[in-house]
């Protein structure tokens, strides 16, 4: 099993930046991806940005050139940075592993870009 703790979400004018950190349970290096995916209010999960074992990256188009994925394996950690954040950013964010043949979630923090 992988337990995930995300943390760094909150309130952010439009424009601005924050940091999301996904706290893993277990090593980076066992687990296949990490992602990031969101909620926006009445809209579906969508995937963000994913990281695999292997250190690929792969974005949402919106996100693309804004936001990084990254890791730290010592600590068992991977990080989002989001810049120029836009008021269509909005929502909760959660970390997901895919560790094995099973999936595991954080449970989520909440980013709001006001206008």
């Known amino acids: 099993q992988v337990q995930l703790v995300e943390s760094g979400g909150g309130l952010v004018q439009a424009g601005g930046s924050l940091r999301l950190s996904c706290q893993a349970s277990?090593?980076?290096?066992?687990?296949?991806?990490m992602d990031w995916f969101r909620r926006a209010p009445g809209k579906q999960r969508e995937l963000v940005a994913t990281?695999?074992?292997?250190?690929?990256?792969n974005y949402l188009d919106s996100v693309k050139g804004r936001f990084t994925i990254s890791r730290d394996t010592a600590k068992n950690v991977v990080y989002l940075q989001m810049n120029s954040l836009k008021p269509d950013d909005t929502g909760v964010y959660y970390c997901r592993a895919d560790f094995k043949v099973n999936e595991y979630w954080g449970q989520g923090t909440q980013v709001t870009v006001s206008s």
């Open positions: 990281i695999a074992l292997e250190g690929f990256t």
């Open positions: 277990r090593s980076l290096l066992e687990i296949n991806a």
